[in-house]
């Protein structure tokens, strides 16, 4: 079992930044696949980003690309989402995950979630 707690949410104005962090607890020696996923009011959960277990490759939807940076500190079991200039449509709960295997974006692939922050963009 792998415990995921998400935190840095907030509200903030648009064109803003804010780091959201994902402490891991549990069978942390194996490094999982992370990745962050969003979902508004109505919608689907949606594919943000997600990062391989070395930390060596990203991939991005394309909503997010050039504003959005995943990292992560496995000393610290840890994964980080910065997100600069933040637009209203970004407004969601935010959540992380983890996965063994290959990247992807699919959510149904994801063994593991936290219980999300949620992230409000005013305009």
């Known amino acids: 079992q792998v415990q995921l707690v998400e935190s840095g949410g907030g509200l903030v104005q648009a064109g803003g930044s804010l780091r959201l962090s994902c402490a891991a607890s549990?069978?942390?020696?194996?490094?999982?696949?992370m990745g962050w996923f969003r979902q508004a009011p109505g919608r689907e959960r949606e594919f943000v980003a997600t990062?391989?277990?070395?930390?060596?490759?990203?991939y991005y939807a394309d909503s997010v690309k050039g504003r959005f940076t995943i990292s992560r500190d496995n000393a610290k079991n840890t994964v980080y989402l910065q997100m600069n200039s933040l637009k209203p449509e970004d407004t969601a709960v935010y959540y992380c995950?983890?996965?063994?295997?290959?990247?992807?974006?699919?959510?149904?692939?994801?063994?593991?979630w936290g219980q999300g922050t949620q992230v409000t963009v005013s305009s």
């Open positions: 995950a983890t996965k063994s295997g290959g990247l992807t974006g699919l959510p149904t692939q994801y063994d593991y």
């Open positions: 549990g069978r942390t020696h194996i490094l999982y696949n």
């Open positions: 990062i391989s277990r070395n930390g060596d490759s990203t």
